[in-house]
T-cell receptor, first 110, second 112 residues
Framework: DAGITQSPRHKVTETGTPVTLRCHQTENHRYMYWYRQDPGHGLRLIHYSYGVKDTDKGEVSDGYSVSRSKTEDFLLTLESATSSQTSVYFC?????????FGPGTRLTVL | KNQVEQSPQSLIILEGKNCTLQCNYTVSPFSNLRWYKQDTGRGPVSLTI?????NTKSNGRYTATLDADTKQSSLHITASQLSDSASYIC???????????FGDGTTLTVKP
């Protein structure tokens, strides 16, 4: 998986609780992304980062925040999880044109 | 409306047969078009990437074509194998490393 790890790989949580997902890369790529994938939808961009402390919103950013304090780590936080945020979350990194994806995190919000 | 439309939504073929998947897009300006393979429960893996000036790119039994004038791409799989069963996703980018638009994917099932 191109030197990308995601943790945790599976998580079950309750509505209203905060959740943080971690993406870690060993490739030293500048760009990092968080996507969610749901049945009937293509991968949808939540947030992305173009450098340390430089982030921007994607098309489905409401309810999510991100942080990137180091090149290798990109954190996605659900401030107060809702059932609509039950999904599979993928992190990706980019070396300009090509994107490489992590293994995914399956999140269930009860 | 999704700017990247893939067809068919799903496809079933017999092992050893060829198949072609389609991708039509309206994303503009265009930087590159990528095809990914996603196995169940795994992240997408890149098959091919083509820029505006390229009209074909091969990766083993996978051949992608691009017609930038008509904004169409296809992915041709030759001599299919059971391991080709997966979702195939077309992705179009406006700028290198910028935001990309993903198609909903074509689910391919190869049967023995």
């Amino acid at each position: 998986d191109a030197g990308i790890t995601q943790s945790p790989r599976h998580k079950v949580t309750e509505t209203g609780t905060p959740v943080t997902l971690r993406c870690h890369q060993t490739e030293n790529h500048r760009y990092m992304y968080w996507y969610r994938q749901d049945p009937g939808h293509g991968l949808r961009l939540i947030h992305y980062s173009y450098g340390v402390k430089d982030t921007d919103k994607g098309e489905v950013s409401d309810g999510y925040s991100v942080s990137r304090s180091k090149t290798e780590d990109f954190l996605l936080t659900l401030e107060s999880a809702t059932s609509s945020q039950t999904s599979v979350y993928f992190c990706a990194i980019s070396d300009q044109a090509e994107q490489f994806f992590g293994p995914g995190t399956r999140l269930t919000v009860l | 409306k999704n700017q990247v439309e893939q067809s068919p939504q799903s496809l079933i073929i017999l092992e050893g047969k060829n198949c072609t998947l389609q991708c039509n897009y309206t994303v503009s300006p265009f930087s590159n078009l990528r095809w990914y393979k996603q196995d169940t429960g795994r992240g997408p893996v890149s098959l091919t990437i083509m820029t505006f000036s390229e009209n074909t790119k091969s990766n083993g039994r996978y051949t992608a074509t691009l017609d930038a004038d008509t904004k169409q791409s296809s992915l041709h799989i030759t001599a299919s194998q059971l391991s080709d069963s997966a979702s195939y996703i077309c992705v179009v980018s406006k700028t290198n490393a910028g935001k990309s638009t993903f198609g909903d994917g074509t689910t391919l099932t190869v049967k023995p």
